[in-house]
């Protein structure tokens, strides 16, 4: 099966890596990783975002590593847009977590405009860190957790 997942990616953390091992399970996989543009738009907190280039190398070095064990094909490209990839015929499934469920169901509608079958859409439930909050690249930025949800001890 052809697989499709997007996001800013920044940085990558337990949560990420949850999702990239479904969408390995499933087949091979194309990530959409925002542009710098797009990355701003999609924030619903205003924080810095590295630069693509530097989030592409980062995300190619993860989906390598998994995507040996699966013996499977992956894609990093450009997202400049939500919907971005995942609107293309060529893919069976799109792997999202449970806030970015909404944007696939708006993908199979523009799918379905298009004539185009629908994706099924696996969500993949959050990482939760050792507070019980969910694992977010935020409260990593922030200073509150690493990237596999251990409390981060402040001065």
């Given at each position: 099966?052809?697989?499709?997942?997007?996001?800013?990616?920044?940085?990558?953390?337990?949560?990420?890596?949850?999702?990239?091992?479904?969408?390995?399970?499933?087949?091979?996989?194309?990530?959409?990783?925002?542009?710098?543009?797009?990355?701003?738009?999609?924030?619903?907190?205003?924080?810095?975002?590295?630069?693509?280039?530097?989030?592409e190398r980062d995300l190619e070095d993860e989906l390598a590593a998994i995507a040996e064990g699966y013996?499977?094909?992956?894609?990093?490209?450009?997202?400049?847009?939500?919907?971005?990839?995942?609107?293309?015929?060529?893919?069976?499934?799109?792997?999202?977590?449970?806030?970015?469920?909404?944007?696939?169901?708006?993908?199979?509608?523009?799918?379905?405009?298009?004539?185009?079958?629908?994706?099924?859409?696996?969500?993949?439930?959050?990482?939760?860190?050792?507070?019980?909050?969910?694992?977010?690249?935020?409260r990593i930025v922030n200073g509150e957790i690493d990237e596999h949800g251990n409390l981060v001890e402040?001065?």
């Amino acid at each position: 099966m052809n697989v499709a997942l997007g996001g800013t990616f920044d940085p990558i953390h337990d949560g990420h890596r949850k999702l990239f091992e479904r969408a390995f399970e499933l087949g091979d996989v194309t990530v959409g990783l925002t542009s710098d543009e797009l990355a701003a738009q999609t924030r619903s907190v205003d924080r810095e975002v590295r630069p693509f280039e530097a989030r592409e190398r980062d995300l190619e070095d993860e989906l390598a590593a998994i995507a040996e064990g699966y013996g499977s094909e992956f894609e990093v490209r450009k997202l400049e847009e939500p919907t971005g990839i995942a609107t293309e015929p060529k893919f069976d499934v799109l792997v999202v977590s449970p806030e970015t469920k909404a944007t696939g169901e708006r993908i199979n509608d523009i799918r379905a405009e298009r004539g185009v079958d629908p994706l099924d859409i696996e969500v993949v439930d959050h990482v939760r860190a050792d507070d019980g909050d969910i694992i977010s690249s935020t409260r990593i930025v922030n200073g509150e957790i690493d990237e596999h949800g251990n409390l981060v001890e402040s001065d």
